[in-house]
């Protein structure tokens, strides 16, 4: 199991543990980690870890606007906007699944998942804006 | 971004997840992780969202010269990367969208 992977379920297990779930436990092996409480956990995988989302905006920021430190500010707010929803979506998954029901599969298959290709959309509606922010300095 | 495009991807993302809850549940009653365990069903899912991915890209007036193509490179980043299809689709789309605008 990769470190960013580790990462992500190390601190969606604290946030679940902060917003109240009790016993939550955290638990990592060769395929992924579990966390939550004792016969509703949930695991979290390689694939969870929002590392080829993250990778796919990047590729958009990188590919459209070229190698600039505007690029490179983007990127970097991109994977912090990212692995941020990724540690929420993780972490409210746990409470859903700590609080039972059908919900937890409404929002791990749906909200969650739209919530996140959208925020993605939206940091690069704001791409223009932000290039325009640093070019200012050059201009002056 | 006009809110009538805007309207159209969320339709899009929300049609696309539409498949992923039965594929998620065949992989459950399966007990498997592997899509290619279930052959049948994943060329069902993939043929329901690559024709989604084409009528939103058709009703964006994408032109078919570049829809193929951008559905190809989605797919690759899909099934070499294990990168998320509709991020692939809606990053080449907007691309496109940008440089009309």
Known sequence: MDWITYKVS????ALATALGVANCEFSCFMDGCRIGAEGKMINVLEGCN????????????????G????SL??????????????VLR???????????????FFFIKYV?????????LFLWILKPYVNRFFEKPNEA | MKLRDFGIVIVYITLHFLSSGPMNYLLFINQTRDLFDIPVALAIG????????????????VELIYILPIIGLALITRILFHGPFPVGILAEWFYLYTRKE
């Open chain 1, 112 to 120: 969650f998942n739209v919530l996140i290709y959208i925020s993605i």
């Open chain 1, 90 to 104: 993780i972490g409210m998954l746990v409470v859903l699944r700590d609080l039972g029901g059908d919900i937890y």
């Open chain 1, 50 to 65: 929002g590392l080829m989302l993250a990778l796919v905006y990047e590729c958009y920021i990188v590919g459209s606007g």
């Open chain 1, 73 to 86: 500010a983007q990127v970097i707010a991109g994977i912090i906007v990212v692995q941020f929803f990724n």
């Open chain 2, 46 to 61: 993939t043929t329901y969202k690559v024709i989604i991915a084409f009528a939103f890209l058709k009703i964006q007036k």
């Open chain 1, 67 to 70: 190698w600039k430190w505007s």
């Open chain 1, 10 to 13: 190390e601190l969606s297990h």
